[in-house]
């Protein structure tokens, strides 16, 4: 087990969001755990767009898309764009305007940390 803490790593969480309070710390370490578990590199393209290379598994990429469509949900300045060029290709992209770059700096920065820990 590494010591990163999630919980921590809440700051970059922006007042925008609607999900509860409470229920912030969960949807953190569901996020580590699939950075943990799917993601292969990451890539900031720019201030607003952040790409992640994912492992092609099934399993990863219903995870994505189950976490994708709840942050969404939460967090509607997201948008997530999945896709795949083969059976071992899977890209998840991140883009946010740019009022909420900062938030896709902290979820990079979490995406880093988290795959490294691996």
Known sequence: MDDHDSATDAAWVPDA??????????????????????????????????????????????????????????CSFFTFDLSRSGPDALTLDIRVPAAHADVLDGLAAQARAAAAGR
């Open 17 to 74: 969001c609607t999900l509860p309070t409470a229920a912030r710390p969960l949807r953190l370490a569901e996020f580590d755990r699939f950075f943990r578990e799917a993601v292969r590199d990451v890539t900031r393209l720019s201030a607003r767009h952040l790409r992640l290379r994912l492992t092609g598994s099934g399993q990863a990429e219903e995870a994505a898309r189950d976490l994708t469509a709840r942050e969404s949900a939460c």
